[in-house]
């Protein structure tokens, strides 16, 4: 185990911190008619090692986000062989690379977002002989040069080629908004693309602005330092 630094030494309590979470995010849901039911948090652990995830599942947390495959790799195969029900969303970019890789260990991938990947990723699933993983293709909301995803503009045209060229089953959409805007309209842009390419799911919202996400139709919020304290490193 590394050593904690002073401000990351104090073990949270993730089982409390999963209950205050569950809770708000079903106040959230109510407040605009929603069902709570129908929003999955997932927990996202990278940086965190296995006591800080074993915490989580000991409260009954199952759904898990990890952002690189190969930390994926070195924390998640041997809990998933001791719990059967947990979930693993890659929420992190993909390299064509890894694709078999991340076919082989991830339930979901929410960062689909280039022709090379649909691809690869349709090629690796069929090399293992397996289904391939269910899909969220990532929308770069906000048209950051530096950020993933597949402009708005471009999305609708994406998801329909990743479903009948590549035959893959892509059942939502991600976003990560920029940093120094207001989160609510990027929120309501994603919305708006899932349902008009009738996709179910919609994973945005982050520890800071789950609540928000919710209330504009979010049935996946990403949360890390909610639920675990803040990183190392
Ligand atoms: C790290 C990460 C999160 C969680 O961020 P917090 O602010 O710690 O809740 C959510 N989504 C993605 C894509 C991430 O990489």
Same mark, same amino acid.
């Given at each position: ?5 002073? #401000? ?26 929603? #069902?709570?039911?129908?929003?999955? &948090? ?69 960062? &689909? ?42 999305? #609708? ?10 035959? %893959? ?29 009738? &996709? ?8 800071? #602005? ?12 990403? %949360? ?10």
């Amino acid at each position: 185990m590394t050593q904690a630094s002073p #401000d990351t030494a104090a073990v949270p309590d993730v089982a409390d911190n999963l209950r205050q979470l569950t809770s708000r995010i079903a106040q959230a849901a109510r407040s605009v008619d929603r #069902d709570p039911g129908s929003i999955t &948090l997932v927990a996202v652990s990278k940086k965190h090692d296995q006591n800080r995830i074993e915490m989580a599942l000991a409260a009954g947390h199952r759904v898990f986000g990890e952002n690189r495959v190969q930390e994926a790799e070195g924390k998640f195969p041997a809990l998933k062989r001791a719990y059967p029900d947990l979930t693993l969303h890659l929420v992190g970019p993909l390299q064509t690379n890894k694709a078999e890789d991340a076919v082989g260990l991830f339930d979901v991938i929410q960062s &689909l977002d280039r022709e090379r990947l649909a691809s690869a990723l349709r090629k690796a699933s069929d090399k293992l002989g397996v289904r391939p993983p269910e899909l969220f293709v990532q929308v770069n909301t906000g048209e950051e040069t530096q950020k993933a995803g597949v402009a708005p503009d471009a999305a #609708d045209d994406f998801i329909a080629r990743c479903r009948t060229t590549h035959g %893959l089953p892509v059942t939502g959409v991600m976003a990560i908004p920029p940093i120094d805007e207001q989160p609510a309209p990027h929120f309501a842009l994603l919305q708006k693309i899932a349902a008009r390419n009738q &996709l179910p799911n919609v994973s945005m919202g982050m520890s800071d #602005d789950f609540e928000t996400a919710v209330q504009l139709g979010a049935t996946h919020v990403r %949360l890390g330092t909610a639920v675990f304290g803040q990183r190392p490193g």
